[in-house]
């Protein structure tokens, strides 16, 4: 499968965004999905996670209650909205899909992994 992540920007904290990726193929249904991030100079971190099945969805405590991570199989798309936004969530994002059931926080889990794109919160 190949990824494509869109919807980075520049906002305000407070602010919202939604990132979406596109995936190609005709199994996408099958992949568990994961967002992670990697701010300059650090280490890159989980996110969120959903299933393949996408009723089952698992945050990093640091986003639980502002980002809500969502799939949507007929597209090959799997979205992150993101609500009051940081600085601290300033960092490159990331998706990536693993062949596994889905939810791991690791990422040597995941095997396909999209190019990133930039979310920058100004303060």
């Known amino acids: 499968v190949q990824l494509q992540a869109s919807g980075g920007g520049l906002v305000q904290t407070g602010g919202s965004l939604r990132l979406s990726c596109a995936a190609s193929?005709?199994?996408?249904?099958?992949?568990?999905m994961g967002w992670f991030r990697q701010a300059p100079g650090k280490e890159r971190e989980f996110v969120a996670a959903i299933n393949r099945i996408g009723d089952r969805m698992r945050y990093a405590d640091s986003v639980k209650g502002r980002f809500t991570i969502s799939r949507e199989d007929a597209k090959n798309m799997v979205y992150l909205q993101m609500n009051s936004l940081k600085p601290e969530d300033t960092a490159v994002y990331y998706c990536?899909?693993?062949?596994?059931?889905?939810?791991?926080?690791?990422?040597?889990?995941?095997?396909?992994w999209g190019q990133g794109t930039q979310v920058t919160v100004s303060s």
């Open positions: 193929g005709r199994t996408f249904s099958s992949y568990g």
């Open positions: 990536a899909a693993t062949r596994s059931y889905g939810l791991g926080d690791r990422a040597d889990e995941y095997a396909y």
